[in-house]
């Protein structure tokens, strides 16, 4: 642990190298190292078969003098930028929006072509373009704007149009945005068009949130109000893409302007909103979306903020309750070109669970509220500076080990610390099974105890807060992370039942969400949020649909790639599913009611002295 | 002349068959006939190749048992038609515009294919029609519409895009309006779309006349007050379009929702100001226009009343000076089409004219100025009831004969009448080639007379008129016809000159314009309008550029060739001419300075008795 902090290496811990937390799991390669004897305490926290492989806790190893060390991904902190911008999986840059310097001679008498004539063909004399259309607006500018550049002026293509043009050499200007229109978050990232990077980024609560939490209520609203609530609904999204477009603008000192191409994506009712289109019918059986395939409007006909000519484009869907969010993350985690069967859940209000290959990819969404997104939990938030994104609880002394996104004092737990606290809780026997507390458990803690509003544990005294009370989870918070946890349980078993695929059978398991900054994919797996998937085949992709979001505004290829997948997704109606109910009582359980589903939970938890 | 009458042939006549006006001309076929000698006044309006070919004027023509007479176009009425609507040419109906009912079925659980899907593979389906785009608006009401329609409804398709859905089956209502807009007048005609029918004609005044009776002065007027003139103006023609949307849909029962279509001509200026682009540079050297191409715009996006997803489309200009009205007279000519040298002559405020055949066509312009549109002219007036649309003077009495249109009580002279007033005062030596009135011939009619304002003779004493005053001619009006057939002629004569092209040569000349009902051939080449064309190769079409906007509203590829059109004819700059000065001053007398240019009209005037 000392070395790897000396070399820089982010090996997570939460006790602070007592060897209780287990979050800083090694593998010590080769044979010349010295180890001291495997503690009790670290024993718990390691299966056999890691311990076959090497496996041991950086705080409690020391090193000898030749030793190669592998620090696991899971074992590394991780970096902010996962949970709002999701991995960065490059593209070959192609935007559809590209710009073009161009010099035209000045008319004469011998030569009084058309402003437009003049303009087309120096496109094709200086870069080979074929005849392009000029939208409207530019076209009554022509004249005025040629003459005030004097002849060299920079022309904005999208598609076989010219969409702007500027006066000069603004070449080096070229910026489109991608968003992810999530039920509860909107992330926004400003992209320099020309290289894909991502200049800026920013973040923001849905503004519809007061209209509604989740989709239904949001629905419901529209029903009672009519077009107007649709036009009310919409120019609040709207109104929150602005204000990222000015963020983004600001931190990258970039214009609104220069911003030429806008890309979105969204669950279905999230585009009909922010499309302003009537959505009672994808509410309600049989569910059907407005349209499947990609939209393209003027950003300036959605009231957005960007070049005037600029266009705006939504991904396309796959059906009612899978969206453009969720084409975008079959489209980063690359499923459709796989060999081997991937599995995808991107967690969200709605999660949303793809599952196949290159051969067929079935996709089911369910409800699964906003807990892990910090909301319907007593001290949940989203994950930002103070909020406690890691927890461990050390099973003899019960002190509670904690991180919070930027190191403050806690205010709030959000998603990853929600994952974790369950899975702690069930490790040190705080609870059972079915998700109650064990109330025996007060003779040896006094963090857990009778609240106000029933049993609570403490996660953080008061003098450690930041907000001058304990921050507890209750029992309450328990129930809404087991609904949580249990509608994806439920999506993701249906799912591999009706395609006929086992737990073994996954060669990859792509988890996708804006939990926090990292998280515990044991823990998560402790509690049954997903089928116990060997650990190394889990992989966390953060904002996953926010990563397709960039890939399709970099790249023409990739959005018909999109369209492409919109179509050959299969949509699963899991409310259909005869056996859902049953399913997901069973699933509500940590991590399941049939505990042959996770035999190495069981035997970690055995370990750690849990009689299950 | 009365077996005419009695046949029901519209066989001309001014004097009421006093065999002075010479507008009956017949010819007698065979030999059956009993003639009656011809007498002199006959043979004042009879060529010697007329004579040889058996014409004669059939009010001083007995019949005999079995005679076959012939009467050519120049001797008939004519229709009124012809002056707003211009020759009717057939077109191929191909539309951009179509409709198509189409029932789907029903979303269910096991077909919940987004809306836009199953409209578009209802379309696939039942029309074997591509995937089709979907205009945004549409879009967004796209589950409203197809649930109040029940599943069944009729798609608008424009191009390659769904521009309106209707509920139910609307197939049979499908209106398109061509709109000829010019400096001085604008006329429309609603079309139905699936036969070409014209059900609709209206015209109106240009409402931007106020602004400046010519182009120059409307840009003038824009120079002066920047953008909000520009949209002053455009929003005069508008709102000129939009009445005359009105009156046709009144007059043919159609809703300006039904029409999906528009279809626009103009000259270059007229195109800005009704496009709303800025047209300074334009008007001057080296006169470039903002684009040559067509212009496709939604009607909404313009302010026109139709459909809210109508397109509004502005066929392709030539040039500066030439207009995508010219494109629509070369178009509807078909001269591109020819083997044969063909002329066209639009007369308007400005002139455009027309030279080639099938290898090239040249174009020039010309500002002839409104008189023949009867503007600065003391009684001029456009071609509408009680307008005085021919004349015929007695050259022993000098009788006026006279036709108004409606045959109501008259109220002014229009272009028509207004080509034949010089053309008779020439014959009868009312006045001299270079415009002036013979003052020595107030001693035999005192119809010629000292006015307020100068010389003038009377067309319609103050008993005859509607208006309580004498209609006359004055020395005024003269001039400005000079002026104006005197521009004319010479685009003509250059254009023939730079090309070597001889009068001989042309087998056929179209002559355009809203003169009247029906322009006399001989009297606009005795006043020198044009070249001396023999008679039977001249062609009055009247507006003939509305011919080409209804054809090119008809037919995608009447559309496409008058894209051909306008980036074939070549511009040629009749101000760049060095000849141009001296050319106009010779083009001012009747008929020309030259007289060896004109000898059959020498011809005649010596038959007249006229000393020239």
């Known amino acids: 642990m000392e070395a790897a902090q000396a070399l820089g290496v982010d090996i997570s811990t939460l006790c602070a190298g007592k060897g209780t937390c287990g979050k800083c799991k090694i593998r010590v390669m080769g044979e010349a190292t010295t180890r001291l004897e495997?503690?009790?305490?670290?024993?718990?926290?390691?299966?056999?078969?890691?311990?076959?492989?090497?496996?041991?806790?950086?705080?409690?190893?020391?090193?000898?003098?030749?030793?190669?060390?592998?620090?696991?991904?899971?074992?590394?902190?991780?970096?902010?930028?996962?949970?709002?911008?999701?991995?960065?999986?490059?593209?070959?840059?192609?935007?559809?929006?590209?710009?073009?310097?161009?010099?035209?001679?000045?008319?004469?008498?011998?030569?009084?072509?058309?402003d437009e004539d003049r303009l087309l063909a120096a496109l094709t004399e200086q870069y080979g373009l074929p005849e392009l259309g000029v939208d409207f607006d530019v076209y009554r500018n022509l004249p005025v704007t040629l003459r005030e550049a004097d002849w060299e002026a920079t022309a904005v293509v999208w598609g076989n149009r010219i969409i702007a043009l500027e006066p000069g050499d603004t070449s080096d200007?070229?910026?489109?945005?991608?968003?992810?229109?999530?039920?509860?978050?909107?992330?926004?990232?400003?992209?320099?068009?020309r290289s894909g990077a991502v200049v800026g980024v920013a973040a923001r609560m849905n503004p519809q949130?007061?209209?509604?939490?989740?989709?239904?209520?949001?629905?419901?609203?529209?029903?009672?109000?009519?077009?107007?609530?649709?036009?009310?609904?919409?120019?609040?999204?709207?109104?929150?893409?602005?204000?990222?477009?000015?963020?983004?603008?600001?931190?990258?000192?970039?214009?609104?302007?220069?911003?030429?191409?806008?890309?979105?994506?969204?669950?279905?009712?999230?585009?009909?909103l922010f499309l302003g289109v009537w959505p009672r019918h994808v509410a309600f059986a049989p569910y059907t979306p407005a349209g499947r395939r990609g939209v393209d409007v003027k950003a300036s006909t959605l009231g957005l903020r960007a070049n005037p000519g600029a266009n705006a484009h939504h991904l396309p869907v796959i059906g009612g309750f899978v969206g453009a969010d969720n084409v975008a993350v079959v489209l980063a985690s690359k499923m459709l070109e796989s060999d081997e069967m991937?599995?995808?859940?991107?967690?969200?209000?709605?999660?949303?669970?793809?599952?196949?290959?290159?051969?067929?990819?079935?996709?089911?969404?369910?409800?699964?509220?906003?807990?892990?997104?910090g909301m319907e939990i007593k001290f949940g938030m989203r994950a930002t500076t103070g909020s406690i994104e890691k927890i461990s609880i050390d099973?003899?002394?019960?002190?509670?080990?904690?991180?919070?996104i930027g190191d403050a004092s806690p205010i709030g737990i959000c998603g990853s610390g929600l994952v974790d606290a369950p899975a702690e809780f069930l490790k040190t026997g705080l609870i059972m099974p079915r998700g109650n507390f064990v109330t025996e458990m007060t003779e040896r803690t006094d963090r857990l105890r009778k609240g106000l509003n029933g049993w609570e544990f403490v996660i953080a005294w008061k003098k450690e807060t930041e907000i001058d009370t304990d921050i507890v989870i209750t029992l309450g918070d328990?129930?809404?992370?087991?609904?949580?946890?249990?509608?994806?349980?439920?999506?993701?078993?249906?799912?591999?039942?009706?395609?006929?695929?086992?737990?073994?059978?996954?060669?990859?398991?792509?988890?996708?969400?804006?939990?926090?900054?990292?998280?515990?994919?044991?823990?998560?797996?402790?509690?049954?949020?997903?089928?116990?998937?060997?650990?190394?085949?889990?992989?966390?992709?953060?904002?996953?649909?926010?990563t397709g979001a960039r890939m399709t505004l970099m790249s023409a290829e990739m959005?018909?790639?999109?369209?492409?997948?919109?179509?050959?997704?299969?949509?699963?109606?899991?409310?259909?599913?005869?056996?859902?109910?049953k399913e997901y009582i069973n699933s509500l359980y940590f991590p399941h009611a049939d505990l042959t589903k996770y035999p190495e939970t069981v035997e970690l938890l055995r370990r750690f002295g849990q009689k299950i």
Request: glycine fraction near 8%.
């Open 38 to 114: 495997r503690t009790e305490s670290e024993m718990k926290h390691l299966s056999e078969d890691e311990v076959q492989a090497g496996i041991r806790l950086a705080c409690l190893t020391r090193l000898g003098e030749s030793t190669v060390i592998y620090v696991p991904l899971r074992s590394r902190v991780g970096s902010q930028r996962l949970q709002t911008e999701g991995l960065d999986v490059p593209v070959e840059p192609s935007p559809l929006v590209r710009k073009y310097r161009v010099t035209m001679p000045k008319p004469q008498l011998q030569d009084s072509r058309a």
């Open 173 to 193: 200007r070229c910026y489109g945005l991608a968003v992810d229109v999530g039920t509860t978050k909107i992330a926004g990232f400003l992209l320099d068009l």
């Open 209 to 272: 949130i007061p209209f509604g939490e989740d989709i239904m209520s949001r629905v419901t609203r529209v029903m009672m109000g009519g077009w107007d609530a649709v036009n009310e609904l919409q120019g609040a999204v709207i109104s929150g893409v602005n204000e990222i477009i000015e963020e983004c603008c600001e931190k990258a000192d970039v214009k609104p302007e220069e911003i030429y191409e806008l890309n979105f994506v969204g669950n279905t009712v999230m585009q009909l």
């Open 342 to 373: 991937v599995m995808a859940i991107d967690v969200g209000t709605n999660t949303e669970i793809d599952l196949g290959n290159k051969d067929l990819v079935m996709a089911d969404s369910c409800a699964s509220g906003p807990a892990f997104e």
């Open 395 to 404: 099973p003899d002394t019960f002190d509670v080990y904690y991180r919070t």
């Open 478 to 546: 328990i129930r809404e992370l087991q609904k949580a946890k249990g509608a994806i349980h439920t999506g993701a078993d249906l799912l591999m039942q009706r395609m006929g695929v086992t737990d073994e059978s996954i060669s990859k398991l792509v988890v996708a969400g804006a939990f926090g900054n990292y998280i515990d994919p044991e823990n998560a797996r402790i509690i049954g949020m997903y089928p116990e998937i060997p650990l190394e085949r889990i992989e966390f992709a953060g904002n996953l649909a926010g």
């Open 559 to 581: 959005r018909e790639y999109a369209e492409e997948i919109s179509s050959k997704v299969k949509y699963y109606e899991l409310a259909a599913d005869k056996d859902f109910q």
